[in-house]
């Protein structure tokens, strides 16, 4: 069997635009893409885990048929062995000669451009440019201010939104009923809130958590995925609403000595506090005012 089949993200990964999950109104301006047949330049923008690369892969499955391994290269612009490597091997593939349908180009899909430098982004442009007549290119980054504006200009630019909560849940439902995975509600809540709207980190989570248990519970799931215990998190709040700040310490420290960064005490804080409802401004709020008594209770 083929490693990446082992893999549930790739096993379970869409083939095409009608299986795509959230963000429909952009699946319905590529599935127009698809049958106009014209793709232009695409700057997918997002968080993580929403489907950029996904759908893009889809849209070039739909539009380039059977050409589609010969025609289409998926390249990581953070790639360990550099960025001229990954330049080399766009350069090399726009210019390799295909005969390919009228209307129809070859497609490079770029992930993570905006971790490229200015210099790099540039030679970027350059080769976009040179190559326009037989290439499209598909760039994925999770912040297009990172972009420089010449190839934003050069791009249709698209902008992908989290997940919602019941689109993720649907999804790991069904890969729990054709994997034969028991679950509880309360294991799939947890799978939702360390996923914080990324799919592809519920996917992976559900499938780290089946193989070391037989069910998927709460517990479970924090056992091995790696974020703060939101329990924890929870009596720490309480705490800071009693005032009890030395208390909240001690319940810090917890979390300290199980390894977590502070950091990922924050983040876990802030989604946390986001099921309260409240709005924004008053979540960051509660956390300047947290961080203010918290570092006063250490002296």
Not at 186 to 197: I, N, P, Q, V, Y
Request: proline share 4%; aromatic share 6%.
């Amino acid at each position: 069997m083929d490693a990446k089949i082992d893999i549930w993200i790739e096993k379970y990964r869409p083939s095409t635009l009608e299986e795509i999950i959230g963000n429909p109104e952009i699946t319905k301006r590529l599935q127009f893409i698809a049958k106009e047949g014209n793709m232009p330049n695409l700057l997918l923008c997002g968080p993580p885990g929403t489907g950029k690369t996904t759908s893009v892969l889809c849209l070039a499955r739909e539009m380039l048929g059977s050409h589609f391994k010969s025609a289409v290269v998926e390249l990581n612009a953070s790639d360990d062995r550099g960025v001229d490597v990954v330049r080399e091997n766009i350069k090399n593939f726009a210019k390799k000669s295909l005969i390919l349908p009228a209307n129809k180009h070859k497609i490079v899909i770029l992930d993570e451009v905006d971790s490229m430098t200015e210099p790099a982004q540039q030679a970027l442009r350059r080769i976009m440019e040179i190559y326009s007549s037989t290439t499209r290119f598909a760039l994925a980054c999770n912040q297009s201010n990172k972009i420089i504006e010449p190839i934003q200009s050069r791009c249709a630019v698209i902008r992908y939104s989290k997940l919602k909560d019941e689109q993720i849940l649907k999804r790991l439902v069904t890969i729990c009923d054709l994997e034969n995975l028991t679950y509880t509600d309360e294991g799939m809540e947890a799978l939702l809130f360390s996923a914080d709207g990324d799919l592809r980190r519920a996917v992976n989570n559900l499938q780290i958590v089946s193989a070391g248990f037989k069910i998927v519970t709460k517990d479970n799931v924090f056992k091995v995925c790696d974020i703060p215990s939101p329990d924890l998190i929870q009596k720490m709040l309480e705490n800071c609403l009693n005032g009890n700040w030395r208390l909240a310490h001690e319940k810090v420290n917890q979390l300290l000595e199980l390894g977590h960064s502070p950091v990922d005490i924050i983040v876990t804080m802030r989604s946390l506090l986001k099921t309260m409802d409240a709005p924004e401004h008053v979540l960051l709020e509660y956390i300047k005012v947290f961080l203010n008594n918290f570092s006063r209770s250490c002296i």
